[in-house]
């Protein structure tokens, strides 16, 4: 059985910085990709930040130059950096894995953990 549990996040004000971190277990070991989804109330659920077996990483749009993702395969771990946070980052963060080779397959969901940015 599969397991994704998240653990970080909370409180920022704008412009400061938050971390998430997600470990995996179960036959979770060996995802091709592991990373990070949101979704804020009322929009539809969308990528933060995939980071693959190999170290390739894909951010999304609203992210990218602010937000970080690695990976300890060692640990099955996937981290989140959050840096320069804005108020429109507040959402529900769900760590995601699949092991498919296309990142938007995701077959594994965490129970997410909530971010709440402030102005």
């Known amino acids: 059985q599969v397991q994704l549990v998240e653990s970080g996040g909370g409180s920022a004000q704008a412009g400061g910085s938050l971390s998430l971190s997600c470990a995996a277990s179960g036959r979770a070991i060996g995802f091709y990709w592991m990373g990070w989804f949101r979704q804020a109330p009322g929009k539809d659920r969308e990528l933060v930040g995939v980071?693959?077996?190999?170290?390739?990483?894909i951010y999304g749009d609203s992210v990218k130059g602010r937000f970080a993702v690695s990976r300890d395969a060692a640990e099955n771990t996937v981290h989140l950096q959050m840096n320069s946070l804005k108020v429109e980052d507040s959402a529900l963060y769900h760590c995601a894995g699949t092991y498919a080779s296309t990142y938007n397959a995701i077959g594994f969901w965490g129970q997410g953990t909530q971010v709440t940015v402030s102005s």
């Open positions: 980071i693959s077996r190999s170290g390739s990483a």
